[in-house]
T-cell receptor, first 116, second 113 residues
């Protein structure tokens, strides 16, 4: 099974709201990723977790707060977002062994976020 | 730094036509190479991969060969279908084995019946 699931599929939120995006995988992967994708662009990496620890933060504004409660789950907490944060948010996972990341990443279907 | 260059789209073909989407890369080491496909409103799906020179990745009638001499990984399909209409991304993994993926800009394919 190479499935990564994400909820919700769509989310509309106001600039003062707090919401969370959820991602889950059951492939035993120990690396998980958040990407942001704007229309007609490739995905942009936001965060990387390795063995449930935050490894990489690609200079993402603090209004985005990731969390990895366990090896299968990844959350992205959203607060005080701006309209320009509207995008497709993709979760991905991959294997990692001793700091060496497996080459292929498996992506979820994404959450379409609209900030009003 | 490492980079991936894809041909500009959109590419419009008639059903059963031959497809080529060009992808070239620059990398200091020996990256793995990938093609991902994104259907409208969906996430990215791994289409195929190649991990070393002269490897051929294939899946669902699509093929790509890792050509180190020309630093290319062109995607081909002998007979496209309307259902192949999507955006195709070429990507490479950081040769040093870190987390980083380098994506191309994506090529939109439209297949007409």
């Amino acid at each position: 099974d190479t499935e990564v699931t994400q909820t919700p599929k769509h989310l509309v939120m106001g600039m003062t709201n707090k919401k969370s995006l959820k991602c889950e995988q059951h492939m035993g992967h120990r690396a998980m990723y958040w990407y942001k994708q704007k229309a007609k662009k490739p995905p942009e990496l936001m965060f990387v977790y390795s063995y449930e620890k935050l490894s990489i933060n690609e200079s993402v504004p603090s209004r985005f707060s990731p969390e990895c409660p366990n090896s299968s789950l990844l959350n992205l907490h959203l607060h005080a977002l701006q309209p320009e944060d509207s995008a497709l948010y993709l979760c991905a996972s991959s294997q990692v062994d001793g700091g060496i990341f497996s080459y292929e990443q498996y992506f979820g279907p994404g959450t379409r976020l609209t900030v009003t | 730094g490492d980079s991936v260059t894809q041909m500009e789209g959109p590419v419009t073909l008639s059903e059963e036509a031959f497809l080529t989407i060009n992808c070239t890369y620059t990398a200091t080491g020996y990256p793995s190479l990938f093609w991902y496909v994104q259907y409208p409103g969906e996430g990215l799906q791994l289409l195929l991969k190649a991990t070393k020179a002269d490897d051929k990745g294939s899946n669902k009638g699509f093929e790509a060969t890792y050509r180190k001499e020309t630093t290319s990984f062109h995607l081909e399909k002998g007979s496209v279908q309307v259902s192949d209409s999507a955006v195709y991304f070429c990507a490479l993994s950081d040769p040093s084995g870190t987390y980083k993926y380098i994506f191309g800009t994506g090529t939109r394919l439209k297949v007409l019946a």
